[in-house]
């Protein structure tokens, strides 16, 4: 089975569950298989959520089947430095700061970093701080892309609402 024969499986679950699946992974390892299931909502998502979807995941028969019944299942949030599976996550992170992987070098380098400005359905552009102009990427062109939080930005948040 694919990706998206999972999804198949694993979203209407996760939207029983008041959630939307933010995406999914599956580590081929040695001994077992590791199935990773993200999910998020409006609200935000707590160890219930997790905990709730998981237990319902158990009870699809179709992923011990394809999976082998020796599998681990990992629920969590995408949390803070969240990857992105699709170009449309991207819409709500404009103006934040993005770090990612492409898959061939480009100008000589693979790692980039910076403002994301912009966004449609096939492409991204994000403004560097190290060049003055905006770099245009395809989506389907990027083996990793995750955002890039400012952490003093969040323990500023966090003091606040002590």
């Not at 499986?9 to 999914?24: A, D, K, M, Y």
């Not at 949030?77 to 700061?97: A, H, S």
């Not at 449609?120 to 083996?143: E, G, H, Q, W, Y």
Request: charged share 30%.
């Amino acid at each position: 089975m694919n990706v998206e024969e999972y999804k198949n499986i694993i979203e209407p679950v996760v939207n029983r569950n008041n959630c939307i699946l933010w995406g999914i992974e599956i580590l081929r390892g040695k001994r077992r298989t590791t199935l990773r299931v993200f999910i998020d909502s409006q609200e935000g998502v707590d160890i219930n959520d997790c905990e709730n979807v998981s237990k319902d995941l158990n009870y699809e028969p179709i992923l011990d089947t394809t999976l082998g019944e020796d599998y681990v299942l990992e629920v969590s949030t995408p949390g803070v430095d969240r990857k992105f599976f699709n170009i449309n996550q991207l819409n709500d992170y404009i103006g934040m700061e993005l770090e990612f992987k492409t898959r061939e070098l480009i100008e000589g380098k693979r790692k980039f970093s910076g403002t994301l400005s912009e966004c449609d359905d096939l492409c991204f552009s994000i403004k560097s701080m190290n060049k003055p102009n905006i770099m245009k990427f395809k989506f389907t062109d990027i083996d990793l892309c995750k955002l890039k939080p400012n952490y003093n930005d969040l323990i500023k948040e966090y003091n606040h609402a002590k």
